[in-house]
Structure formats: structure tokens, C-alpha cells
């Protein structure tokens, strides 16, 4: 490697750095699966901030390009048996998302009457997020809790999700309180809360291996272009949380997201 | 991500493993700890690679985002500086390996934020603008910092400098 500076002071550096490192390296440690596991869990950290943080502030199209996962760009069927597994079978090639408007009202209605028919006992309503896959659930002691959808790379068929309270390739935990479920349709997962904020996250793999979940937010964000400011999301007991999210409607509502879909 | 995003991502990882790890060396001065840096930076690289099109773009953000995890890091925990052996007052800087060990101690001897900036411009070849972006800092800091950079690595290596400028 070259060194930019042509003063004495600029090749002393570079020699310094070239002489430090004149010695046999280590031998390359295995890192793949561990940056994988630690990336898809970033993924999914970020996906649940983005709504309240992003989506605010941004015109929806715009995240909706932005979210897109190059290779799942073809024309995703979003409800049904059918959709499911679309997103790791279509082609490899770069392209803004082809969701049109009619498809993310569709999986926002599907989203939100499933909540709305399972609500846990102290919430009373359920109102859009700021994108199709986020929601303010209405709270009878005032307020609101937010909660999105969490989605994520596929795992193999049959196996379930590591638990997010134990650290994997020593990366940092985020989580507390995990409790494994099983859910009816043979799904697998954890409860848990995140001691990143005062959230409570349900995270499941399907036995087909694809990544659904909900989670509450740190903000309560209306939507685009609706007025008002976020608010705070009271948080949702993990109780509350485990119940909401075993109700088989809301369950099939949830593992019918898509990979790529919007926050 | 698709099978052939995983397969570039693996593709990139052992490109690039090598020459990040040796940027985080000279970051951190510990194979350990950089291996941990590099570690931290492929999974951040991992999480936004569906979006990163190419590997010139790839690599550019990894070296981005390793700098800024190093920096960020250093703000965390000021009092986790890399435990070397206690550098001398001046380096005496004599025959290898005794004269790496000197000049990775004096490096060691750099306050953290300069080192990053003299690791960039020197090692990483970047410009002042460059390094400024990767930084998230004005052009005129860069430079500022890569002066106070430069003279307290002076000061460390003493009369040394001439000798391993003229290497």
C-alpha cells in the first residue's frame, strides 16, 4: 500500500506502519456464520427502529425503495400460502420494489384486522403506524403502544432461531427474559424483552425456516402526511405480547410478510 | 438475500479480511482486538449488503465503517486502551524485531482520534476530503488532527525519525 504524503513526516508514518507490520499474521479465524447471525439480528434492530425514526420523515415511496432487498424484486404475492418462500426463489436482480399500492393496502388491512380481532385486555383499538407494517395499538389508560412486524433472513426448514438473550459470536445481547414457544402451526421462537428500550418482541421462525415476528417500538409515529407528533410507546407486558401474537390469525397475518415488505 | 448475494458477500469476506485486519491492527494494535474490529465491521457490512451494489462501494463502506466502529468505540470506553507494555519515554528504535515492538509502541502512544486520521491518510492512502467523510469531520480537522498526529509521533520516536523516514 502507498502512503499519501510526500513530506518526511508522511513517509515516517507509513514506515511506521509498514514496520509494525512485519511479522507473520494470524491465521484467519472462521467468522461467516458468526457475521451472518449478528447481521441479520442488526437487520432486524433496524427494521424495528425504522418506522418510528424514518418513516416520519420520509415519503413512504421513498423507504419503499429503499428497504428493497436486491433478488426480491419481482411482483410479490403478499397474502396466501402461495407468497411465502416467493422472496428467496425470485431472481437476483437489482430493482426498486415492485409493491404497488393496492398490495401493501392489502397486507396494512390483513396486519391490522388481525390485531384489531385479538387485542389483550386494556387496549381498545388499533390505528396505522407509519408504514403498512406498523401500528398503534390504543390503550385504554391513555396513549399508545406501537408495534411492527419483524422479518429476516430465512433459516433452514425446521429449525428454530438462536435465542436472542444469548450472545452469538460475541457480539453484544440486546435481550432479556427469553421464553421459548411453540406455537400451533409448529412455528418456533422467543418472547422476549429488549434492554435496549422498554420493548417486548416476539421472534419465530416458521417451519419452512422464514423469520416473522412483532415487536413494540420506542415511538408511537402516525402516518405519513396524517399530522401529529410521535409519541411515547408504552410499553406491552410480555404477556400481553404472547397472547396477542399466539392468536392463529395474527399468526398467519405475521408469517405472511414478506421479506422486503415496507416497514 | 439470495444464494448469489451470499456467495459475493463470501467472496468479499476473503478479499478483504486480510486488509482489514491489518487496518485494524494499526488501529488498535492487538491481532485480538482487531480481529474483533473486523468482526464487528463485516456484520454491520453484512446487514446492509443487499444494498451495496458493488464491491468497490463495499469496500469503501468497510473501511468506513471499521474506522467509525474503532472511533465510536474509543468514546465508549476511554479506559480501554490496548494493553501493551509500558512504551518508553522516546522509542529507541534498534533491530527487528525489537525495533517493531518500539515503533508499535510509540504508535500505541498516539492519542486514539489521530491515530485513526494518520492510519487513513498514510496507510489507507485516503485524502484529507476522503478522510474527512469517513470521519464525519471538516477537512480542516483532518488536517489539524493529522498535524498533532504526525508531531506527537515525532516527539515519541525522538531522534528515530530521521532514520526510519529515510527507510
Known sequence: MTHGGDDLDGRMAAEVFRAVLQQPEPEQPPVLAAVRAGGRRLRTRRRLALGAAVLAVVPLLAVTAALVVPGSSGAPTLLGPAGRGAAEERPSTAQPSSYGMNQLDALQSRLRGALAAHLPPGYTGVLNGSGPTTFRLVRADGGYTAVATIMGNPLTPGSRPPSPCEPQGGQKVYASDCAARTLPDGATGWLYRSTSYPGTEFLLATPDGRIAGLGTQPNAAPPQGEGGEPQESKPMTLEEMDALVSAPEVLAALEAVPLDAPG | ?167
Open chain 2, 1 to 167: 438475500m439470495s444464494p448469489e448475494r451470499e456467495r459475493l458477500f463470501e467472496e468479499f469476506t476473503a478479499a478483504r479480511y486480510g486488509a482489514l485486519r491489518r487496518t485494524a491492527y494499526l488501529l488498535c494494535g492487538d491481532w485480538h482486538l482487531a480481529e474483533d474490529l473486523v468482526q464487528s465491521t463485516l456484520i454491520k457490512v453484512y446487514a446492509r449488503w443487499p444494498r451495496l451494489r458493488d464491491p468497490d462501494t463495499a469496500g469503501g463502506y468497510a473501511r468506513t465503517t471499521l474506522v467509525r466502529t474503532f472511533v465510536d468505540g474509543r468514546r465508549r470506553r476511554s479506559a480501554g486502551e490496548v494493553a501493551l507494555a509500558e512504551p518508553p519515554e522516546t522509542a529507541a528504535v534498534g533491530a527487528d524485531p525489537d525495533r517493531r515492538l518500539a515503533l508499535l509502541a510509540a504508535l500505541a502512544r498516539v492519542t486514539p482520534g489521530y491515530r485513526a486520521v494518520l492510519v487513513l491518510r498514510y496507510w489507507e492512502d485516503q485524502s484529507v476530503e476522503e478522510c474527512a467523510a469517513i470521519l464525519d469531520r471538516s477537512s480542516g480537522a483532518v488536517r489539524s488532527d493529522a498535524h498533532r498526529g504526525l508531531a506527537q509521533l515525532r516527539s515519541i520516536l525522538g531522534d528515530s525519525v530521521h532514520e526510519i523516514a529515510g527507510a
